[in-house]
Nanobody
Framework: QVQLVESGGGSVEAGGSLRLTCAAS????????MAWFRRTPGKEREAIAS????????YYADSVKGRFTISRDLDKNTASLQMTNLQPEDTAMYYC?????????????????WGQGTQVTVSS
């Protein structure tokens, strides 16, 4: 496992943008896959996006396709989530996750390292 620390959350009006960053400490082999999830009160944690470090392949939930972009900085061992055209329904706690391998990159159980989360609030 690796330690993951998220940053960049905050409050924004609908239509605005935010960029989340996840800094990973530990072996790069434990962060071959990195992903972002989110959870709102009363709901299960939802996969948003994931990225495979070897080819920078990306995967997105339908709810964020075209609005969110996941990226990696392999030198810094970070993963970022650029969020545009944010809507009130995007309000949630956002979590970074990492895994050494994955067959199902948008499934929560694939990831064995998790950050503490960063809050994103979008007002209408």
């Amino acid at each position: 496992q690796v330690q993951l620390v998220e940053s960049g959350g905050g409050s924004v009006e609908a239509g605005g943008s935010l960029r989340l960053t996840c800094a990973a400490s530990g072996s790069a082999s434990d962060t071959v896959w990195m992903a972002w999830f989110r959870r709102t009160p009363g709901k299960e944690r939802e996969a948003i996006a994931s990225i495979y470090s070897r080819y920078l392949s990306t995967y997105y939930a339908d709810s964020v396709k075209g609005r969110f972009t996941i990226s990696r900085d392999l030198d810094k061992n970070t993963a970022s989530l650029q969020m545009t055209n944010l809507q009130p329904e995007d309000t949630a706690m956002y979590y970074c996750a990492a895994a050494p391998y994955s067959n199902y990159p948008l499934r929560e159980y694939e990831y064995n390292s998790w950050g503490q989360g960063t809050q994103v609030t979008v007002s209408s």
